[in-house]
């Protein structure tokens, strides 16, 4: 499955004109609350055998995000906001080169035998992938991808419930082993009252979504056996010939990937990732999750004991499915287009694990009637919280969530939308912005699709539309200190030059760097960055000032955002400025968690005295 911006998710223009909430929409919806009403009845509680998962694993980039997690986790556990009795866990991946979600995997599996022995063999397991930074959401890059907030719930649901939420009928109709996903997805779907999905068969089972071909480009896509069925279904298994790993649309048509309306299908995808997707329209079926039993696990790991140590990135779609199925072939282990950094080592080690599976059975889950969102972009973010999304509608995320704030007035399509903050009733947020886990005083003013999140503003302040403000706490030599990224919520982190001389290629807020760094009154020299000094970009660049309290932090990060704004000038000489790459090295989790429920405490008290003051 891709890890870029999916397609799925579309700008509002488009989305008006889906299926939206006709029967089948519906019949989504009402099966996603019913999910999410049994999740809730079991947080808190201690689960039965074979009532929920037996393990639930979280997988982190290093052993930094390793401790934020495990804080995090333990938060949770101790406010029983989770199910209990279920073994939690977070493995980082191994300090060297990064070895993707397909290494992570494989690391995964080795710290399963270690902690359980063969008692595992009898377990089930989620696996869920958040070991990246988060670069293109980087309010996520602190606290990672599974726990980023969502504007709905009591206490707010993270991701993390989401999925254990959206996933809660799995354990029970599944065999030994173990399901893998990633942490900022959600798949929703609907199925027959009487139905349920099956994870009991040898090797792998995929879900699959139908969706259009340009989707397919994307994604995974999955070439299925032919089917005799005329009438479609909610749910069909169906048996894979191959599976093609983000195909162009030539090689869907060449490999026969592509789907024709079946003659009794009389009402189209009602509710689907696309209005094309009707009685005359030809599809695709792509991936999201998939399963793995036991015996396949097993394989797996004795490889990757085998080989020691990973020093290249393995996708656990790209390289695990594509070697599946009966018509599988070598041919894709030497192609290296989506590959983010090409290893010497990984066409060999591409053609180790296609010999090693080859042969495995791929089973699909066919899901006619399901959605696959990705919040993993500012974009989708934005767009997903704020905007006239169906999202909103299936997962009943609401504008205002656990937060103290005056009433959002009626626009036509985006609002604001705020989660466990506390806004002076002064404040305006413009439509199309989100604000979480923040304090924002009097006459603050928030433009258009912006995102804030950590931050307390004190003062009168306006911030322009489609800026990017998250606060971090730190812990540098021992003391507290604050710091603030601040940038355009469309600026790209991750984009990067080789040379000092190229820094002019690089954009913050729509402007040329070199021209921030003139108003900002810093000089392009080798230690305005930190890490790498072959990859330059955003994420490196030391142009974030630390400061003594989190008011002062954004204070002065606005300053610095607020004069490239008005091409005014601020200069940062007097300030210990950090990049975002060093900012997450020194971050403070337990005062970023101590911060967030202290805005929880005052919210839940101002409520309770609300409520006191009504019944009088």
Known sequence: MSQGACVRCLPASYQEVLGGLGPAGESLREATQRRLRRFSELRGKSMAAGEFWDIVVITAADEKQELAYKQQLSEKLKKKELPLGVQYHVFADPPGAKIGNGGATLCALRCL??????????????????GGYSQRLPSASALGKIFTALPFGSPIYQMLELKLAMYIDFPSHMNPGILITCADDIELYSIGESEFIRFDKPGFTALAHPSSL???????????????HLEYRDLEYRSCHRFLHKPSIEEMYEFDAVCRPRKLFQQGFAGSDIPSLRLEAEYVYTDSLFYMDHNTAKKLLAFYEQIGTLHCEIDAYGDFLQALGPGATVEYTKNTLNVTKEDSELVDMR????????????????????????????????????????????LGLQSIAFSLFPSIPEYSTNKPCIIQSILDSTCSVKPGSVVEYSRLGPDVSVGENCIISGAYVKTTAVLPAYSFLCSLSLKMNGHLKYSTMACGVQDNLKKNVKTLSDVKLLQFCGVCLLSCLDIWNLKVTEELFSGNKSCLSLWNA????????????VTTSLKMLNAVQNKSTFSLNNYKLLSVEEMLFYKDVEDMITYREQISLEITLNRKQSDLETSY
Do not use: A, M
């Open 351 to 394: 053609q180790r694990i296609f010999h090693l599976l080859k042969g495995t059975p791929l089973n699909v889950v066919v899901l006619n009637n399901s959605k696959f969102y990705h919040i993993g972009t500012t974009e989708e973010y934005l767009f997903h919280f704020t905007g006239d999304s169906n999202l909103k509608s299936e």
């Open 542 to 553: 030391r142009i974030f000032p630390v400061c003594s309290s989190l008011s002062d932090s």
């Open 113 to 130: 035998e270690k902690l359980y022995g063969d008692e595992w063999n009898s377990f089930t397991i989620l696996l869920i992938h958040s």
């Open 214 to 228: 340009t989707v397919g480009t994307t994604h995974g896509v999955f070439v299925l056996e032919p089917f005799n």
